[in-house]
């Protein structure tokens, strides 16, 4: 009997996929053009229409500073299926960042100009050594890699983007947690002078708290991002660095991270913390399990408006399932 291959969710049909040789070419040749990802992913016609954003939508937080490192070569293996890439813009303006803002589509114009360089990222609690993390040698030591992801707000809208990063497990690898660490814990930025949601709303437990089972931060889809469609990442994305992990809600997904501590037990995390029956600390995507004010059973697409189904871990079942019992909230 012939064995029957089905391909993973998320792996992109070969019929849809461009040989590597042609699409590095091509890459390659754009790039020398100055145009960005977003315009090879576009259709003809649309890409003029996309080269000129309102001013600085896209910039990245970094300016100038490392845009030799992009953009980076894609890893084949992190596709979308037969998903398309979101638009850069239709990203770019719909973000939530409390720290700036809860107006999903004035983030961006509050965060233009925050300056992000220098920045640093202190390392400790149960590691060999506390260390420090700046740009220079965090450019420097890990290796960067384009992944296409899915995304999913728990607010039942998603998008798919072309995050630049690291696996979050090279980092930890570099951290040299002890082996009483079982979870590490994430804190973002500070700055009530130059964060207005931080100053205005002074009811949240600022600054932004996150929290990961240290099994889950070392699998293969954790990724530290540092930059999106080609280049280092728009201060709305959380510059210079966050955390993209496609298979839960994106609040799970901390920005511009200042603080990373291993620790032997559950940290609190910021949303649990505020809502526990609304949020919980493991937050997978999960369509049978409602959010107690409406369903997580479809989703809105911002690039498509295109209403569909929920997938259970946001497709990435195949990958990440085997870390959970199945009853984790």
């Known amino acids: 009997m012939p064995s029957i291959h089905i391909p993973s969710s998320w792996r992109l049909p070969e019929r849809l996929a461009t040989d590597e040789a042609t699409f590095w070419n091509r ?52 596709t979308l299926g037969e998903r398309p890439l979101t638009p850069e813009t239709d990203s770019a303006r719909f973000n939530n960042f409390y720290e700036f803002t809860t107006a999903k589509d004035q ?10 360089d220098p920045w640093k990222v202190e390392i400790g609690g149960l590691v060999k050594q506390a260390k420090t993390l700046d740009l220079d040698e965090m450019f420097k030591r890990f290796p960067l890699e384009e992944r296409l992801y899915r995304f999913r707000c728990v607010e039942a809208w998603a998008m798919q983007v072309p ?4 696996p979050l497990k090279a980092l930890i690898d570099w951290a040299e947690p002890l082996s ?12 009530k002078k130059g964060l207005p949601g931080q100053r205005d709303q002074d009811w949240y ?17 954790a990724l530290v991002v540092v930059g999106s469609y080609g280049h280092a990442l728009p201060m709305q994305h ?12 994106g609040y799970k997904g901390p920005k511009s991270i200042v603080k990373i501590e291993f620790v032997k037990s559950a940290p609190r995390t910021f949303w649990n913390e505020l809502a526990p029956n609304e949020y919980g600390f493991y937050s997978n995507v999960n369509p049978a399990r409602p959010h107690p004010r409406w369903s997580q059973a479809s989703e809105r697409d911002i690039g498509t408006g295109e209403r569909r189904p929920t997938l259970p871990y946001n497709g990435y079942a195949e990958q990440v399932a085997a870390l959970y019992k199945g009853d984790e909230v």
């Open 180 to 191: 009483s660490a079982t979870h590490v814990r994430f804190q973002c930025v500070s700055d």
């Open 205 to 221: 437990p600022w600054p932004y708290f996150e929290g990961l089972r240290l099994d889950e931060a070392r699998h293969e889809l």
């Open 107 to 116: 983030v961006w114009k509050l965060a233009r100009g925050y300056k992000v």
């Open 163 to 166: 995050w630049t990063g690291f």
């Open 27 to 78: 890459r390659e040749a754009l790039r020398a053009l100055g145009f960005t990802t977003l315009a090879m992913t576009l259709p003809s016609g649309v890409a003029c229409a996309a080269a000129a954003p309102p001013e600085g939508l896209t910039d990245p937080a970094l300016g100038k500073r490392f845009a030799d490192k992009f953009p980076a070569q894609r890893n084949a293996l992190y």
């Open 238 to 249: 959380g510059a210079p660095l966050r955390l993209a992990l496609p298979w839960k809600y």
